[in-house]
């Protein structure tokens, strides 16, 4: 399994990874960080036989694009190349960044034909299917967290 989470910044990738190093056991996977234009900074953790990338893409305003950059990827990418699961993590600056995100996201995943059987709705995952590079259909499954839930602030 190929996964990756898109975060803010960088005490965001941080902590994720100090997360997920220190509670789940992941370990670093250096040779295996992703190059790609809309992430800052990206670190690589395997775990068994999955792979977790944490993108920090450098703000908030940078995440849709890095998704977008995702989606790219995945419609072109050969079985086993693509990413499996994408969580967008994001802090509840306001009111309405929920809804935004969402709205974002929606557009960018009919840009790119992805074929989604429920609504994004936050801390739901939710399942998308798309035809890669060869025609053949595949699986995406897709978590927004705006973090807190409740109400308005930030993640760190």
Not at 40 to 45: E, M, N, V
Not at 90 to 102: C, L, Q, R, S
């Given at each position: 399994m190929n996964s990756i989470i898109l975060c803010e910044g960088s005490s965001d990738f941080v902590l994720l990874q100090y997360y997920m190093r220190t509670v789940y056991g992941w370990t670093d996977e250096r040779t295996q960080n992703i190059r790609l234009d809309s992430i800052?900074?990206?670190?690589?953790?395997k775990k068994d036989e999955n792979l977790l990338t944490i993108g920090g893409c450098g703000g908030c305003s940078k995440i849709i694009p890095a998704f977008e950059k995702i989606l790219q990827r995945n419609s072109i990418s050969a079985v086993g190349e693509a990413f499996d699961k994408v969580v967008i993590i994001?802090?509840?600056?306001?009111?309405?960044?929920?809804?935004?995100?969402?709205k974002k996201i929606n557009t960018s995943v009919q840009k790119y034909q992805l074929m989604m059987k429920d609504d994004i709705k936050n801390n739901t995952?939710?399942?998308?299917?798309?035809?890669?590079?060869h025609g053949k259909k595949q699986i995406m499954e897709?978590?927004?967290l705006v973090i807190p839930f409740e109400d308005t602030g930030a993640i760190c």
């Open positions: 800052k900074r990206s670190r690589t953790l994001t802090d509840h600056d306001e009111v309405g960044t929920e809804e935004e995100f969402i995952w939710l399942s998308c299917e798309y035809q890669n590079g897709l978590l927004l």
